[in-house]
């Protein structure tokens, strides 16, 4: 983006495994919730904390998969060069429009249970575990585990809008680069919406059915969106 005649780049820096660093960083999440269920000395802490611990590895497969067919059609783990590859098609290139569809459904889910918003905030099940792992603390202790939490929400909303709609790019970025952080932020935005549509419409899942729904419908699901992805790789 030209300022001053001189060319302004719409990221801090480009690292060649960009995404592999941001994946293993989010996967340190869990660790604060299990050591803090397990440090309360309450039971029902104990149990929200290991609740987290499963339904996060759990989950964190199904969207690692579903990153994979991601990957073959960029041909990179740079995050600058994955959303490079999406600019064609008058800026609407997106891997969510061109054959990751099936990926982007199994990311979203995912991305959801991860952060543990609703319908899959079992850890925090108020109504069966007296507000789970962050029972014992309070004051800025309580705080800092939802700043955590609604940041980790603000970078699985970044991570989609790169990975799957196009990042920065749309319609009119080439002729008018100041319109790519507006795309940014609205598609953002977008996922930040949705996060709290869910918890206005939404039950909660029984933990049985998390994991069910987890282990034998999504995984599936991310294997054979790898499966398609490397087939459409090859034939195109």
Do not use: C
């Amino acid at each position: 983006m030209p300022f001053l005649d001189r060319p302004i780049t719409l990221y801090v820096t480009s690292v060649n495994v960009g995404l592999l660093a941001v994946l293993a960083m989010t996967g340190m999440g869990v660790y604060g919730i299990v050591m803090a269920g397990y440090a309360s000395n309450n039971k029902y802490s104990l149990l929200g904390g290991l609740r987290s611990s499963a339904q996060l590895v759990s989950y964190e497969l199904a969207m690692s998969l579903s990153i994979i067919g991601v990957l073959i059609q960029a041909g990179s783990l740079d995050l600058v060069t994955i959303v490079e590859r999406q600019g064609g098609a008058w800026g609407l290139g997106w891997h969510v429009f061109w054959f990751q569809p099936i990926g982007f459904f199994v990311f979203l889910i995912s991305m959801i249970a991860e952060t543990n918003r609703a319908p899959f905030d079992l850890p925090e099940a108020e109504s069966e575990l007296v507000a789970g792992f962050h029972t014992e603390y309070s004051s800025m202790k309580f705080a800092m585990f939802f700043i955590a939490e609604y940041a980790n929400m603000v970078t699985a909303a970044a991570m989609a809008t790169t990975l799957f709609l196009g990042g920065w790019q749309g319609p009119g970025v080439a002729q008018i680069p100041w319109l790519g952080p507006v795309y940014f932020i609205l598609k953002m935005a977008l996922f930040l919406f949705l996060y709290v549509w869910l918890r206005a419409s939404s039950p909660r899942l029984r933990y049985d059915q998390l994991m069910n729904f987890g282990w034998k419908f999504l995984l599936p699901l991310a294997l054979v969106n790898v499966v398609l992805s490397a087939t459409l790789g090859l034939w195109f």
